[in-house]
């Protein structure tokens, strides 16, 4: 052998280098939000979305963008919430646009003091761009948006920051980025690629089995009344709490207004009539759960070969069978599909399937390491965070496992 490929450690690099790495990296992109239903990128921003999640009734109707950009974000709904909506557009040095990310900030201090929600709504990348920062600059740039918007409603007196001197600290709030993504299939690739994207990034799926979420119908409430067929889709929901990424759970408190101030936002669109039996039904699970404990569960994500197993605790067919059964025309047509037939057919299928990804993951080499203390992260903290015990197919952990028992931090 005449030569070989030299691997980096990230422990290695001084705080400056990432930065410099970073910049390097951004500066082929330029991000712009657009504050104006009248911008020229309008159009074009929401074109890309409704093409994207539009047919699935997953998107907001077009007046109703229109209306989040021209509204007052300073003067709260009639229960207290403060919203504020954003749509981002990314170009290339070309000029050509490249990746959209809409959303929402959330806030009521009637429902918890100091939490601040960013909901991530939507986000498309177009395929001359993935694979580059740019995914990761519009998973995280609503927060920087986040900071702007407590900043300016505690000036205005309208919230009191824990501590308004503290911007690097979220001024003393709890900021949670909270997104929504349809639960594992293996026959969907996309699936396992956008779970290990966030299973990355730190985030944690609020157990179903306490928090069965459903997106409601964004269709056109006329034409849902009129066909009589209102499709809630029954979505996991992905949080990643700032600065605490690494508890095992979530006080009730939080998932309560998590879930209120979501429908809060969908309320700004959708009919009441088709509101209130998906948000009542986590709100009645999380009561019912307080009784026993005063947390739900955050079941981590996936983040490469290793643990991929953590994907059958998502496994969306299963997730159906438990938590979802009669709740939505999507719940019972999924359920009635191929996948119970593949199941019924191969008992195995769940485990082959994940062991085809697991061999395509470790097919690719990894050139970049995060410390020369195997197992370790670049901040020193066990990688992954913690073995999760084996589980029956496709189950979630109950509160006897060891990953999520009353310890507060999976670290």
């Not at 030299?6 to 400056?16: A, M, P, S, V």
């Not at 020229?40 to 921003?45: C, I, L, M, Q, T």
């Not at 009441?272 to 079941?299: I, M, T, W």
């Given at each position: 052998?005449?030569?070989?490929?030299?691997?980096?450690?990230?422990?290695?690099?001084?705080?400056?280098?990432?930065?410099?790495?970073?910049?390097?990296?951004?500066?082929?992109?330029?991000?712009?939000?657009?504050?104006?239903?009248?911008?020229?990128?309008?159009?074009?921003?929401?074109?890309?979305?409704w093409e994207a999640f539009g047919p699935?009734?997953?998107?907001?109707?077009?007046?109703?963008?229109?209306?989040?950009?021209?509204?007052?974000?300073?003067?709260?709904?009639?229960?207290?919430?403060?919203?504020?909506?954003?749509?981002?557009?990314?170009?290339?040095?070309?000029?050509?646009?490249?990746?959209?990310?809409?959303?929402?900030?959330?806030?009521?201090?009637?429902?918890?003091?100091?939490?601040?929600?960013?909901?991530?709504?939507?986000?498309?990348?177009?395929?001359?761009?993935?694979?580059?920062?740019?995914?990761?600059?519009?998973?995280?740039?609503?927060?920087?948006?986040?900071?702007?918007?407590?900043?300016?409603?505690?000036?205005?007196?309208?919230?009191?920051?824990?501590?308004?001197?503290?911007?690097?600290?979220?001024?003393?709030?709890?900021?949670?980025?909270?997104?929504?993504?349809?639960?594992?299939?293996?026959?969907?690739?996309?699936?396992?690629?956008?779970?290990?994207?966030?299973?990355?990034?730190?985030?944690?799926?609020?157990?179903?089995?306490?928090?069965?979420?459903?997106?409601?119908?964004?269709?056109?409430?006329?034409?849902?009344?009129?066909?009589?067929?209102?499709?809630?889709?029954?979505?996991?929901?992905?949080?990643?709490?700032?600065?605490?990424?690494?508890?095992?759970?979530?006080?009730?408190?939080?998932?309560?207004?998590?879930?209120?101030?979501?429908?809060?936002?969908?309320?700004?669109?959708?009919?009441?009539?088709?509101?209130?039996?998906?948000?009542?039904?986590?709100?009645?699970?999380?009561?019912?759960?307080?009784?026993?404990?005063?947390?739900?569960?955050?079941?981590p994500l996936p983040a490469g070969a290793?643990?991929?197993?953590?994907?059958?605790?998502?496994?969306?067919?299963?997730?159906?069978?438990?938590?979802?059964?009669?709740?939505?025309?999507?719940?019972?047509?999924?359920?009635?599909?191929?996948?119970?037939?593949?199941?019924?057919?191969?008992?195995?299928?769940?485990?082959?399937?994940?062991?085809?990804?697991?061999?395509?993951?470790?097919?690719?080499?990894?050139?970049?390491?995060?410390?020369?203390?195997?197992?370790?992260?670049?901040?020193?903290?066990?990688?992954?965070?913690?073995?999760?015990?084996?589980?029956?197919?496709?189950?979630?952990?109950?509160?006897?496992?060891?990953?999520?028992?009353?310890?507060?931090?999976?670290?």
């Open positions: 052998m005449s030569k070989r490929r030299i691997r980096l450690c990230l422990k290695d690099l001084y705080h400056q280098d990432v930065v410099e790495m970073i910049e390097r990296e951004t500066r082929q992109f330029s991000m712009w939000e657009i504050l104006d239903p009248s911008d020229p990128d309008f159009e074009a921003a929401y074109g890309i979305l699935q009734g997953e998107m907001e109707r077009e007046e109703a963008i229109r209306r989040f950009l021209a509204e007052d974000s300073y003067s709260p709904t009639a229960d207290g919430t403060f919203i504020r909506y954003f749509l981002l557009a990314a170009r290339d040095n070309q000029g050509r646009l490249c990746g959209v990310r809409d959303g929402t900030v959330l806030l009521n201090p009637r429902y918890d003091g100091d939490l601040c929600v960013v909901y991530l709504s939507h986000i498309y990348t177009k395929p001359a761009a993935r694979g580059t920062v740019l995914s990761y600059w519009l998973r995280i740039a609503p927060v920087e948006i986040a900071c702007e918007y407590l900043a300016e409603l505690h000036r205005r007196d309208l919230i009191t920051l824990p501590n308004p001197d503290l911007p690097g600290k979220y001024f003393g709030m709890r900021l949670d980025l909270a997104a929504e993504m349809e639960y594992f299939s293996p026959d969907e690739r996309q699936s396992w690629q956008r779970i290990l994207f966030y299973g990355r990034g730190g985030f944690d799926v609020v157990n179903p089995r306490h928090f069965p979420y459903l997106q409601p119908d964004f269709r056109d409430p006329e034409l849902i009344r009129a066909t009589g067929t209102n499709e809630p889709r029954p979505f996991m929901v992905l949080v990643r709490r700032m600065g605490r990424e690494r508890q095992a759970t979530m006080p009730i408190e939080e998932a309560s207004a998590l879930m209120r101030l979501l429908y809060d936002d969908f309320a700004c669109h959708c009919a009441p009539e088709f509101l209130d039996n998906s948000l009542q039904l986590v709100l009645d699970r999380l009561k019912a759960r307080a009784q026993l404990k005063n947390f739900v569960e955050l079941l290793k643990d991929i197993a953590r994907l059958k605790r998502i496994f969306r067919y299963t997730i159906f069978q438990r938590y979802y059964q009669g709740s939505s025309p999507v719940v019972t047509e999924y359920l009635d599909g191929p996948m119970r037939e593949k199941i019924r057919e191969t008992p195995s299928y769940l485990d082959d399937e994940l062991g085809k990804i697991v061999r395509e993951l470790e097919a690719r080499p990894m050139f970049v390491y995060a410390s020369r203390a195997k197992e370790r992260t670049w901040e020193d903290q066990p990688d992954p965070p913690q073995v999760d015990p084996p589980d029956r197919e496709g189950d979630a952990p109950t509160d006897h496992d060891p990953v999520l028992s009353s310890s507060p931090g999976r670290a």
